[in-house]
């Protein structure tokens, strides 16, 4: 059975901090990797990464594939209050069709 | 463009009643995911559907869930004699050919 874990489960951080926020995987057959930002409504697509070692970068967002080591990393720099959410991490088995399998998330708290 | 819609985007149900959850998808789109998020947990797939036909029901509890996605019109969850561990947030999403899927704003089930 394919499994995601997130860590830290949550998180309180100033105004201005950098965080990271992990996700590691077991997938039988791995497609790709997924991360979400979910602030009480729909989750929000950020990033899809496919190949190791390469940064995916969104203003001051960005996160990077490990395949050997079967992880994942968010960075996100200069923190704002708008960026308090939960962070989810899913992985996509190359199955044919995308049916995802999600963490529990990270839940964010940036505190002015 | 209209996003993935959903509704009711909250559903009061007494126990022992059905529910009817409506996923209307993007706009092209012809794959519809369902997910249900329970309290502190993430999000677990259900059912992947294309028009008129069922993918993939492995993550549908087997008793009292059905799901249909017609020629015309939106995908149905259908939640027979509903009981109160079915109280959750129910997620639809979307796609066409790129994996990541599209999340409409979630249908939040109550069961008192």
């Known amino acids: 059975e394919d499994k995601v ?3 830290p489960l949550s998180l309180v951080v100033h105004e201005g901090d950098t965080v990271t926020l992990n996700c590691s995987y077991e997938v039988t057959n791995f497609r790709s990797l997924l991360w979400y930002k979910q602030e009480k409504k729909a989750p929000t697509f950020l990033f899809m990464l496919t190949s190791s070692g390469i940064e995916k970068k969104s203003g001051r967002l960005s996160s990077i594939l490990d395949k050997k080591e079967l992880f994942s990393i ?6 704002q209050t708008g960026d308090s959410a939960v962070y989810l991490c899913a992985v996509e088995p190359n199955s044919g069709y995308s049916t995802l399998t999600f963490g ?3 839940m964010l708290l940036v505190s002015p | 463009n209209a996003g993935v819609m959903q509704n009711p985007r909250h559903l009061v149900r ?3 009643q059905e529910a009817r959850l409506r996923c209307s998808p993007m706009k092209g789109h ?3 995911y369902w997910y249900r ?3 502190e947990e ?3 797939f259900m059912v992947y559907l294309q028009k008129e036909n069922i993918i993939d029901e492995s993550g549908m509890p087997k008793e009292r869930f059905s799901a249909e996605f017609p020629k015309e019109g939106p995908s149905i969850l259908r939640i027979q004699q509903v009981v109160r561990g079915d109280s959750a947030a129910y997620f639809c999403a979307s796609s066409a050919w790129v994996p990541e899927a599209f999340f409409g704003q979630g249908t939040r089930l109550t069961v008192v």
């Open chain 2, 37 to 39: 998020q329970l309290p």
């Open chain 2, 14 to 16: 007494r126990r022992g």
């Open chain 2, 42 to 44: 993430g999000l677990k």
């Open chain 1, 74 to 79: 968010l960075n996100i720099t200069a923190t």
């Open chain 1, 5 to 7: 874990v997130q860590s």
């Open chain 2, 30 to 32: 012809s794959h519809v």
């Open chain 1, 104 to 106: 529990k998330g990270t």
